[in-house]
């Protein structure tokens, strides 16, 4: 039995149009034949299928012409929920807004940059905070010094200055010349000399070089009966880097030695009349003597800059030697020389300071 | 927010009977009165009116077969249902296309539909499947196929319709189309 006709029986058998004697033996071989059976089942199925198909496109058909008569575009727009118009302006320009947003962002970054807000704020606030500062310590001082005044008055007693500056200076000659720094002796009223012996002798200025700031001054109290020969002399060549050079003088009550070694042949900025030296000096130093191994003056200690730290500077011996010589010969009431035989050569240090401390002098001011 | 969308609606019972008894008019008005709802739903969970034509549709479709198989039972409103098995096949077809955010912005309560339209689903592959098998079959077998099989016509039509003079001829005809038909439908994965 070909498969044609096999798929005839079923259909016959299915659609009812076999005899009766016909159906009871398909029905017979149905039960006997399992390949028969289940042929019959995969007709019924695919057959089932091929008509729920037809009818599903079917049904499509009639909807979609329903579908046809409604007016979607009306409907949308009626069920449609729309947003309010701020999300619906973000969702339709938000590139744009973004772009001009960060454009926005950047110019007023930048144009707080380039004028400098963004940054001078805070160094304002500090100017601001300092001149505040400033006024307010103004404030203070006029304070105390309506005080003092007011003090003043009510005591009615005048304050004498006690301000004695004190400085260092060094016989040039054994008839009582000295010399020492210009700014020490400054707008003196009176300047008294004081020995290693705690005598003090009243000294006038006989000569001032302020550029060089030389200050020439003569003993011309009673009580003073001159010095010894002068133990050392005044060196007129320069002095070389690197030589030991050493210190006497006042930079408080009591004489001090301070050594060291010549460190630069030109001064505080580069001062070509000056050297530095490594000595720790005071300001009470200035216009004491500043002399090598030998004994030889080679300048005057000039304590002036005291904030070069670990540096000090001096005079050189050769501006020394000029300013003596440019001394008008009026002002000298006795004759100024200059010794030249050194007798501090070859001795130990504290013999040579021995005999130095003795021509070195504190000089005291007043001034009203 | 939701839009209570006014329509007077045929009672459900109503519509079932109408079903059943395949009342053109009564297919009309379930399919005028619930489509609103489920453009509304479509349009406003990123869709728009073409997915809601099919996925409704779909929707309908599983309704009528179900009513028409007589397992639909009255159980809830239909409006209900039709809304739960659209939310359903719209949520799987948005993870299709992978635009589903995790959230759908609902307009109706609904139920688990989710058998209904996975059934739904087998049957429509079977469908697809037939329909190519049909398109790989090619004339005349084809509309031989459509012609008995699915438009219920007599061999008799058919001879006529082809030209065949002899009615054996058209039936040895008939049956080898059907043997390639099924060979073909098989043939599909």
Known sequence: MSDNQLTELIERYLDGSMTAEEGTQFELLRKNDATVESRVTEHLQFIGLL???????????????????????????????????????????????????????????????????????ESNFEQLSQEIGKIKHSQETLNTRTNSIINDIKGSKRV???GNFRGTGFALSSNGYIVTNYHVIKDADSVYVQNANGESFHSKVIYTEPAND????????????????????????????????????YPDSKVVYGLGSLTSATGYQGDTTEYQVSIPVNPGNSGGPLLDDRGNVVGIINAKQTQVAGAAFAVKSAYLLKAIQNIPSDSLSKSLTLNTKN??????RPQQLKKLKNYVFMVKVYNQ | ??????????????????????????????????FPMILQLIVNNNGDEDDAKDIYQEAIIVLYNKIK?????????????????????????????????????????????????????????????????????????????????????????????????NADNAKTQKYKCLQRLKKLFFQQK
């Open chain 1, 51 to 121: 008509k729920q198909y037809g009818e599903r496109l079917e049904l499509e058909k009639r909807l979609n012409a329903i579908h046809d008569e409604i007016d979607v575009h009306a409907l949308k727009e009626e069920v449609t929920i729309h947003p309010t118009w701020v999300v619906r302006m973000w969702r339709n320009h938000h590139s744009k807004i973004s772009v001009a947003a960060s454009i926005a962002i950047f110019a007023i970054l930048g144009t707080l940059f380039l004028t400098g807000k963004l940054n001078s704020h």
């Open chain 1, 160 to 162: 004498t200055n006690p």
């Open chain 1, 214 to 249: 030389i200050a020439v001054l003569q003993i011309n109290d009673e009580a003073f009966e001159g010095l010894g020969a002068v133990p050392y002399n005044f060196k007129r060549s320069s002095t070389d880097l690197g030589e030991n050079v050493f210190t006497i003088g």
């Open chain 1, 343 to 348: 007798t501090l050569a070859g001795l130990s």
């Open chain 2, 1 to 34: 927010m939701n839009k209570e969308l006014k329509t007077s609606a045929p009672t459900d019972s109503e519509i079932v009977l109408g079903i059943l008894n395949n009342s053109e008019i009564v297919l009309k008005k379930l399919y005028t009165t619930y």
């Open chain 2, 69 to 165: 198989s007589g397992k639909f039972e009255l159980s809830s409103k239909l409006k209900t249902y039709i809304y739960s098995v659209c939310r359903r096949l719209w949520l799987k077809r948005l993870s299709h296309m992978n635009r589903y955010g995790g959230d759908i912005r609902d307009f109706e309560e609904y139920l688990p539909v989710e058998e209904e339209v996975d059934d739904h689903n087998e049957r429509d592959i079977q469908f697809s499947k037939m329909e190519s098998a049909l398109q790989l079959l090619g004339e005349p077998c084809k509309t031989i196929m459509e012609d008995f099989y699915i438009h219920n016509r007599s061999m008799q039509d058919i001879c006529e319709r082809f030209g065949y003079t």
